[in-house]
T-cell receptor, first 113, second 113 residues
Framework: AQSVTQLGSHVSVSEGALVLLRCNYS??????LFWYVQYPNQGLQLLLK??????LVKGINGFEAEFKKSETSFHLTKPSAHMSDAAEYFC???????????FGTGTSLTVIP | DAGITQSPRHKVTETGTPVTLRCHQT?????MYWYRQDPGHGLRLIHY???????DKGEVSDGYSVSRSKTEDFLLTLESATSSQTSVYFC????????????FGEGSRLTVL
């Protein structure tokens, strides 16, 4: 089965600083990759997805992620953190075959004013 | 808005009682999923469905059953609830079949006393 590793269950950044959330997957064949955001007491919302087109993917709210096959990584970044970015972030993968999605354990982002 | 409604949104029940959670979609999507979310575990797949009366188990299916008699409804049943099933349950539908992301409902918070 696929596994998804998110390094750092909690990340704190200052407002205006770079946000970097890490995600690594285990697969010899590049899967479909996703980042989701979850605000308190809400469901998950899609930030962005990689579907084997451009390796640098731009999403909503100024987030982007870069797919690196050699590192089996799909890290999420944002140049300048905003207070409204405070939330839980999940990385997910879907293998090229089948329709099951596998999620990481999540990273809670705190933005310090 | 992906047109997903979960009910009930909150439920408190006692150990040993049956519980049914309902997921209703208005988008006519084929694939539907039930996940549970627990701190430190991220989202874990319970069951999913790929059509009316077509369902399959996920990684944490023990103690749960599902049914899908209509395209729009996917029911999750706990035959005899246990305290370990206290969790937040999310229903999701898959958009585009080949590259599509999941769209999530708002979640159902279940507490088993």
């Amino acid at each position: 089965a696929q596994s998804v590793t998110q390094l750092g269950s909690h990340v704190s950044v200052s407002e205006g600083a770079l946000v970097l959330l890490r995600c690594n997957y285990s697969s010899s064949v590049p899967p479909y990759l996703f980042w989701y955001v979850q605000y308190p007491n809400q469901g998950l919302q899609l930030l962005l997805k990689y579907t084997s087109a451009a390796t640098l993917v731009k999403g909503i709210n100024g987030f982007e992620a870069e797919f690196k096959k050699s590192e089996t990584s799909f890290h999420l970044t944002k140049p300048s953190a905003h207070m409204s970015d405070a939330a839980e972030y999940f990385c997910a993968v879907r293998p090229n075959t089948g329709n099951q999605f596998y999620f990481g354990t999540g990273t809670s982002l705190t933005v310090i004013p | 808005d992906a047109g997903i409604t979960q009910s009930p949104r909150h439920k408190v029940t006692e150990t040993g009682t049956p519980v049914t959670l309902r997921c209703h979609q208005t988008e006519n999507h084929r694939y539907m999923y039930w996940y549970r979310q627990d701190p430190g575990h991220g989202l874990r797949l319970i069951h999913y469905s790929y059509g009316v009366k077509d369902t399959d188990k996920g990684e944490v299916s023990d103690g749960y059953s599902v049914s899908r008699s209509k395209t729009e409804d996917f029911l999750l049943t706990l035959e005899s609830a246990t305290s370990s099933q206290t969790s937040v349950y999310f229903c999701a539908i898959q958009g585009d079949r080949y590259t599509g992301e999941l769209f999530f409902g708002e979640g159902s918070r279940l507490t088993v006393l």
